[in-house]
């Protein structure tokens, strides 16, 4: 019996493994994100989660990366969901070299008013337009998120470029900037997955049901321990 328990508590923490590796690997946004002292992502193509948040109206963040000629660029918008968040839409842009700008519905007095770029750099602004958003569901935290705009753009030229999110409407409000596609984790993210966890759960204000699932867990843990030990 002892060994049946022991094989639960092994395929358990390989699949808890397994389902990490299809998550997104959060960025440390403690920095400033501002176009000066941005948030430096190290690699586009993998999949990066930058969770953080428009605290003053004219914010905006900076996430810088070095792209190649011919990479895709990918990137997209979420917004957890919280009720007072519901009608939140921040925009999404990417400067660089060679590209040709594209600035949406928003005038380039708006955008120079918002941005921070120099003029042998293009600016393609990414809206989020629709009445509604469907929910995406991250299973390895178990929160819950409001989809909004993509951007999915063929760098033109080799160089150093920058994802920013900002809004032209002045609000404020939490969001998830998902970079890349390519999902990779290494051991020690791996090892740091209960603080992950936590401070996913946290910045998607799930404090009262992550305590419930810690109790159970817990009680789970030891019951399982014990059934080993005698």
Not at 62 to 83: H, M, N, T, W
Not at 99 to 116: C, F, M, Q, V
Not at 167 to 194: C, H, M, R, T
Request: proline fraction near 5%; avoid cysteine.
């Amino acid at each position: 019996m002892k060994k049946k328990h022991v094989m639960i508590l092994v395929v358990s923490i390989l699949l808890i493994t397994t389902n990490i590796t299809w998550a997104h690997r959060p960025l440390d946004t403690d920095g400033p994100a501002t176009r000066e002292e941005p948030i430096v992502v190290s690699n586009h193509k993998l999949s990066w989660a930058a969770y953080n948040r428009l605290t003053k109206p004219n914010d905006a963040d900076y996430y810088r990366f070095q792209a190649q000629q011919g990479d895709k660029i990918f990137a997209s918008l979420l917004v957890p969901e919280i009720d007072r968040l519901k009608g939140f839409n921040p925009d999404l842009a990417l400067i660089g070299p060679g590209l040709d700008s594209d600035y949406a519905r928003l005038s380039p007095t708006e955008i120079a008013a918002k941005l921070n770029f120099s003029t042998d750099e293009g600016v393609i602004i990414k809206q989020y337009s629709k009445s509604t958003s469907e929910v995406f569901f991250e299973p390895f935290t178990q929160t819950s998120y409001w989809q909004k705009q993509k951007l999915i753009i063929t760098a033109p030229t080799t160089g150093t470029y920058y994802l920013t999110v900002f809004s032209n409407k002045e609000e404020v409000g939490k969001y998830v900037l998902a970079i890349g596609q390519q999902e990779q984790w290494e051991i020690k993210d791996i090892i740091k997955f209960p603080k992950i966890w936590w401070n996913v759960r946290q910045f998607a204000e799930k404090k009262i049901s992550t305590y419930l699932i810690l109790v159970l867990l817990l009680s789970i843990i030891i019951l399982a321990i014990k059934k080993i030990i005698f």
